[in-house]
């Protein structure tokens, strides 16, 4: 049983930046792919990014290129979602989710971090 904490989110200006941290506890932190997703008010959870168990490969939602960036520390049990150029439109609940390595679906979730961005 994966257990997933996140952390980082907080109240921050338009144009501003914030880096979430999720860290894993556990599990084999380094068998897992790992990806973020978020929920606005009333609207539906919506991927934001995923990165694979070695860090060697990831991929992000369409809209989101270029201002998100995912990572992961196996050594810390921990990945990262660093989010540049905010808009009020990233104001969501933000989880991580792990999944067994090469699996579909995202076994465990955490509870979700909020943030929220003022315009």
């Known amino acids: 049983q994966v257990q997933l904490v996140e952390s980082g989110g907080g109240l921050v200006q338009a144009g501003g930046s914030l880096r979430l941290s999720c860290a894993a506890s556990g599990g084999t932190f380094s068998r897992y792919g790992m990806g973020w997703f978020r929920q606005a008010p009333g609207k539906e959870r919506e991927f934001v990014a995923a990165?694979?168990?070695?860090?060697?490969?990831?991929n992000y939602a369409d809209s989101l290129k270029g201002r998100f960036t995912i990572s992961r520390d196996n050594a810390k049990n921990t990945v990262y979602l660093q989010m540049n150029s905010l808009k009020p439109e990233d104001t969501a609940v933000y989880y991580c989710?792990?999944?067994?390595?090469?699996?579909?679906?995202?076994?465990?979730w955490g509870q979700g971090t909020q943030v929220t961005v003022s315009s």
């Open positions: 990165i694979s168990w070695s860090g060697g490969s990831t």
């Open positions: 989710a792990a999944r067994y390595s090469g699996g579909g679906v995202y076994n465990y």
